[in-house]
Nanobody, 124 residues
């Protein structure tokens, strides 16, 4: 069983930066891949980024490429999403999720565990 807790959300002006963190517990993080998803107001939740169990492979939604960076520290059981040059359209609740099989995917139905989400608001 994997438990995930996100933190780091908040209010930031357009062009600003935030760093989201996801703390994992329950089993060694080094065995599973991680993903970040977001749900904007009035929209469905969708994929943002993913990282392999080793951290050597990363993937991004097209609209965040070059602005967001995903990373992980397996020794600390932490995953991060560095978000730079934020835009108002990045406003959403951000969720981290785990695929305990270690498969990197953008599919939400493949994820085995989810955090409670952290709210990011980007003002114009």
């Amino acid at each position: 069983q994997v438990q995930l807790v996100e933190s780091g959300g908040g209010l930031v002006q357009s062009g600003g930066s935030l760093r989201l963190s996801c703390a994992a517990s329950g089993r060694p993080m080094s065995t599973y891949s991680m993903g970040w998803f977001r749900q904007a107001p009035g929209k469905e939740r969708d994929f943002v980024s993913a990282i392999s169990w080793s951290g050597t492979s990363t993937y991004y939604k097209d609209s965040v490429k070059g602005r967001f960076t995903v990373s992980r520290d397996n020794a600390k059981n932490m995953v991060y999403l560095q978000m730079d040059n934020l835009k108002p359209e990045d406003t959403a609740v951000y969720y981290c999720a785990a695929d305990v099989r270690g498969i990197v995917t953008s599919r939400q139905d493949q994820m085995d565990a989810w955090g409670q989400g952290t709210l990011v608001i980007v003002s114009p």
